[in-house]
């Protein structure tokens, strides 16, 4: 009799754990869409064990803590991206300068759009609209470049001036950029192509007015233990 109880205890811990784990691979997040989609085997042995209180074999648990973990690195690479937007987005707040986030439009820029890659693009202030930075986050490495619009013909010596003029104040807003992601608590690495001027255009908006709205800085959900009171341990001390 002891080991029959002993065995439903044990089995109704396992049930409300895979609960848990369904809740966390399942839930979609409305600020974030492309989450990729966890193993369906692992989804279903979930379901079985939560529904009939099938045991997770061992094949079953393992797919099910990959998933997991899978889920776990993505949320975390996605809170990374939001708190690295944030902490450039700062770089516009008290200026005239407009601030873009998005995907420029073709492969210009240097390291072009890809998924991986979120790009802005910030006019300072008392830049004419002739010039602007491009600073482009992958992971942990932030590239910037100084950028110009396409013009077809050869450019004039006034024009060459500028751009040079343009790319050094570009190069002095490096410590400005590493000193906000310190204070952040942010591992950026800043690199920036020195002396040169690329053409372009600039990335579509993605808010009114072009800014970014306020950063959601809470740490991202993982697979929590819900609030109740577990079954009693068959050979817990309350029982006789």
């Given amino acids: 009799m002891a080991d029959a109880n002993r065995r439903a205890w044990q089995l109704r811990r396992e049930a409300e754990q895979a609960a848990v784990q369904l809740d966390f691979l399942t839930g979609r997040l409305p600020d974030a869409p492309d989450?990729?989609?966890?193993?369906?085997?692992?989804?279903?042995?979930l379901r079985r064990c939560v529904a009939d209180q099938v045991p997770l074999t061992a094949d079953e648990r393992k797919a099910v803590e990959q998933s997991t973990a899978a889920r776990c690195a993505a949320l975390?690479?996605?809170?990374?991206?939001?708190?690295c937007t944030g902490v450039l987005a700062r770089l516009a707040q008290d200026t005239e300068g407009d601030l873009?986030?998005?995907q420029p439009d073709g492969d210009d820029g240097g390291d072009?759009?890809?998924?991986d890659t979120v790009?802005?693009?910030w006019t300072p202030g008392d830049w004419d609209p002739d010039h602007w930075i491009r600073?482009?986050?992958r992971g942990e490495d932030v590239h910037v470049v100084t950028m110009r619009p396409a013009t077809r013909g050869e450019r004039r010596a006034g024009d060459l001036e500028l751009d040079a003029r343009r790319c050094a104040e570009a190069a002095e807003r490096l410590d400005e950029f590493r000193s906000l992601a310190a204070t952040a608590g942010l591992t950026l690495t800043f690199e920036m192509r020195h002396g040169e001027v690329?053409?372009?255009?600039?990335?579509r908006r993605t808010g009114p007015g072009g800014r970014t709205g306020s950063q959601d800085h809470r740490r991202p959900p993982g697979p929590r233990k819900r609030q109740h009171r577990a079954p009693d341990d068959p050979d817990g001390p309350g029982r006789t």
């Fill in 135 to 137: 600073l482009q986050l």
């Fill in 112 to 115: 072009g759009g890809d998924g």
């Fill in 100 to 102: 873009r986030v998005g």
């Fill in 35 to 45: 989450l990729p989609d966890p193993d369906p085997e692992a989804v279903a042995a």
């Fill in 198 to 203: 690329l053409p372009g255009t600039r990335v």
């Fill in 76 to 83: 975390e690479a996605l809170y990374l991206e939001r708190q």
């Fill in 119 to 121: 790009t802005l693009d």
